[in-house]
């Protein structure tokens, strides 16, 4: 990405603390293709295509491992219904030419002694890979400071619109950001990343701000003392018609998640959602029972109606740039956003990616 940017900015009140810090790190293409969401699936398998290089600029340029493994997803069926509700999905995946293997339940469990023995088969996706989103943004906040950009510690209350001119007194627009900390920044270019609180940043056209709404998931973390006790392979899973994934890390770390409720901001982690992830977690993979307690959290998903995100500019100028709706694949999405805001950025349309251009907020007009 070519280093174009005079000055930047980036105000937000706990940089890297936001949705990413909760997620599990799946970039899980292929699992989270479901039924009637092939234009998401295409944006979903682009984005997994730029996540080796994308990992390894961030390696590079931060000296930080972001816990980027290509060590494929396996989704498990608990019982016989959840069988062959795992049996159609991949079935659906196969039409769609998407790498999938089904195994046995005697080949499934050869591949990962671990799972318990009453697992009924499963479905391989051999490219789901996973990366830790919480060095991923330990990296990327170094990155950024490091090239002297400014963090300010604060929220953006309101974007105002300038159509006089640009400050460096061109045609074009210029905007005013008010700050919760009481002064204004100016600038030619504004994206709005706000992640699932977009409809609390004033300025914004409504059909944009209101078509964001925060979607509840609440993680475990466990730990093993040896992280050879763990599959290599993340888990995903359905259980008594429950799904639940288990991505371990290489530190031998073990994220449990996730619950999806629609409960407005509340990010309380609820006690029944925590039993729940920890009885499906141990109906599937024993060893999670004898494991250390590490973490609950909760954070918010920003989902949109139409589940897909919401990348592009939305004032004539081009100047007001949105990057935000990314649901459930937000850490998967990263990098092919960032390539789409950056030709944004450049006013440079034929460099957005065309699996992007599905997702602009111009759409968000008609099903509003
Ligand atoms: C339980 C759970 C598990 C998940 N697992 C995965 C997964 O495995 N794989 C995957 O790809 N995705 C996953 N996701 C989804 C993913 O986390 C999100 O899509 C992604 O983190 C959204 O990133 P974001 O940068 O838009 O938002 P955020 O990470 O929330 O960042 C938004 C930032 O904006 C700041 N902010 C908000 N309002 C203002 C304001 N007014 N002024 C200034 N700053 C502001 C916040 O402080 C925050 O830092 C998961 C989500 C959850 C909840």
Known sequence: MPDVYEKVAIVD????KGTSWVAAGMLAAVTEAYYGEELELHLNMAAANLWKSFAETLSEKSGIDIGYRQV????????NDDRSYIRELYDYQT?????????SASEVRELVPQLAPSVRGAMLAADDYQVDPRLVVKALTQIITAKGYSLLPTRATSVISDSKGNSRGSAGNSFRIILEAGNDLHA??????????ISQLNGLP??????????KGEIVRLAAFDSSLLPAHTIRGITNGRSIYMVPRADGTLVIGATMEEKGFDTAVRSG???????????????????????TIAGLRPATPDNGPIVGSIDESGGLIVAAGHYR???LLAPITAVAVNALIQSD?????????????SRLERIA
């Open 95 to 103: 039409s769609l030419k998407l790498n999938v293997e089904w195994l």
């Open 273 to 295: 959602a925590v039993f729940d992830l920890l009885r499906d977690a141990r109906a599937l993979l024993p060893i999670t029972a004898e494991l250390s307690f590490q973490e």
């Open 329 to 331: 694949n937000g850490v």
């Open 188 to 197: 030619d270019k504004i994206i709005v990343c706000t992640g699932p609180w």
């Open 13 to 16: 009140p706990s940089p890297g």
């Open 72 to 79: 494929g997803t396996l989704v498990v069926a608990g019982g």
């Open 349 to 361: 349309e034929k460099g957005v990616p065309q699996e992007v251009i599905p997702f602009s907020p």
């Open 206 to 215: 409504r059909f944009v701000s209101s078509a964001v709404r925060p979607v």
